[in-house]
């Protein structure tokens, strides 16, 4: 009953979006720790990857469920192991598994344009993001709260 | 909103680059010899920037990067050394032709226009930071 509240939501889509600002910012720090290591090639999570990954697991959980014709319209609600809204929203939590595949590949750059102020930068924006899912999230679980205790808070 | 980020960096880097053409030029004000060990005075360089259309922001922003790195045209400071190794036959030694008062001159206003780039990726992350707070 839980899982169906947060993953209704957009909870577990901003969970991947921390995750992955999470493991990039780590991977930034490693380039500014080496910046004076010999040989050093730049590291990088691709966001772009990322947040194409992201778009398909989205896409494939807005999919409609497939109903089939036997279950009646409230047949849904006596037959949670079939194919009901609860196995639908495990399916759907299955499309994000995909997207962590995304931040296992890391990026190698030559040592072309290394420098400090573009991985600050990149720094910069990720934290941007990771703040701004974190809000969000934070957001949601706000809204969970006045919802389970009937009160504004 | 995040591309003026990548505007304000591109001018960090030129401008660190900026400074190292600097820094080398004085550096190497009394350098004689070039890298092979011959007898020729080094010539001081200069970087020119030029605007990067590769990074545009909405509005019309644009970044900056270096353009060339240019060598200068004056001719070497002669200073009379008849005892130098490098000496020529009238005694001359060819110095480069470094003016520090400039290449100081130089070296602030690349500080300064770091330092004002830096400014303005702190305007830019306080008004993200601003809009954020409308929704988290």
């Known amino acids: 009953m839980l899982s169906s509240i947060f993953s209704s939501s957009t909870v577990p889509l901003l969970e991947q979006v921390v995750n992955f600002t999470e493991a990039r910012h780590g991977v930034l720090a490693g380039n500014i720790a080496n910046l004076d290591t010999p040989g050093y090639k730049t590291r990088d999570l691709s966001p772009e ?72 930068n990149q720094i910069v924006k990720n934290q941007t993001e990771h703040n701004l899912a974190v809000g969000i999230l934070s957001n949601q679980f706000r809204l969970l709260r006045a919802a389970i205790s009937e009160r504004v808070a | 909103m995040l591309t003026s980020f990548d505007i304000s960096t591109s001018a960090l880097v030129a401008q660190r680059a900026r400074l190292n053409t600097i820094s080398s030029n004085i550096a190497n004000m009394s350098t004689t010899r070039n890298e092979r060990g011959e007898p020729e005075p080094f010539i001081p360089r200069y ?20 353009g060339s790195v240019e060598y200068s045209q004056e001719p070497p400071r002669m200073k009379y050394e008849p005892g130098h190794p490098d000496a020529d036959a009238q005694g001359y030694v060819k110095y480069p032709a470094v003016d520090m008062t400039m290449e100081f001159v130089d070296a602030l206003e690349a500080s300064r226009s770091y330092e004002a780039n830096v400014g303005v990726i702190e305007v830019s992350k306080n008004i993200m930071e601003n809009t954020l707070r409308i929704i988290a």
């Open chain 2, 47 to 66: 970087v020119t920037f030029q605007t990067d259309t590769d990074q545009t922001s909405y509005g019309g922003g644009s970044g900056v990067k270096v």
């Open chain 1, 49 to 120: 990857l990322f947040q194409a990954q992201l778009r398909e697991a989205v896409e494939a959980r807005s999919a409609p469920p497939i109903q089939s014709s036997s279950i009646g319209q409230y047949g849904n609600y006596e037959s949670p192991h079939s194919t009901g809204p609860v196995s639908r929203v495990d399916r759907n939590l299955a499309a994000f598994d995909a997207v962590k595949n995304s931040y296992k590949s890391i990026l190698r750059h030559d040592g072309v344009d290394v420098s400090m102020e573009n991985q600050v």
